[in-house]
Structures are given as structure tokens and as C-alpha cells.
């Protein structure tokens, strides 16, 4: 079985700004925007909510969405984020129980 990948978005808080990524180890990664453990851009902009994220089992893949999502428009990556986060929930604690 190939290793999963995730795409997610984080936000800073509902209709917030918004950042999107790719990983093989969602819950690492996203500790490490909470923790901001580098400087970057989800530190800078306090960017530490996961509000949404979509499962691959090719990384190729997932690396391809993350890229199509990055060039949509701020109203079709909130339509998307409130299709399954309406409240804007941060979703960490779902991921790591």
C-alpha cells in the first residue's frame, strides 16, 4: 500500500487568511504551523486553524491538487472549506484522536 498525502488549508480564523499545503504527516505538519517551529508565512499571519483537508495515496497527486487549488479563487476555496467545515472548526483534534 502506498504511503497516504494530504492537501490542507489552515486558516487564521473563519474568512480569514488562508494557506494551503501538501504533506505526508498531517498531524507533524500541522503541529508545526501551531508551534510555529519556522519562521514563514503561516507564523507571520498567525495562520494555525485547520478548516479543511483531502486524503491522496499518490503523492504526485496530491502535489497537483495542492497546485489547482492554489490558483483558484479566494470565494471557490471558501465554498470548499464550508462544504464540510461550515462552522470553520479547527480540525487538529479530529486528526490526532
Known amino acids: 500500500m502506498d504511503k497516504l498525502s494530504y492537501v ?3 486558516a487564521s480564523r473563519p474568512y480569514g487568511t488562508l494557506y494551503i499545503g501538501v504533506t505526508s504527516d498531517l ?4 503541529w508545526q504551523h501551531k508551534e510555529a517551529t519556522v519562521p514563514s508565512f503561516t507564523k507571520r499571519y498567525d495562520v494555525k486553524r ?3 483537508y483531502e486524503i491522496h495515496t499518490d ?3 496530491a502535489i497537483l ?6 490558483r483558484w479563487n479566494r470565494d ?3 465554498n470548499l472549506i464550508q462544504s464540510t467545515n461550515p462552522t470553520w472548526h479547527d480540525l ?4 490526532c484522536s
Open 92 to 95: 487538529y483534534a479530529q486528526i
Open 76 to 78: 471557490w476555496k471558501i
Open 65 to 70: 491538487r495542492e497546485k489547482q487549488l492554489k
Open 50 to 52: 485547520l478548516v479543511w
Open 8 to 10: 490542507y488549508m489552515l
Open 27 to 30: 498531524i507533524k505538519r500541522i
Open 59 to 61: 503523492i504526485t497527486q
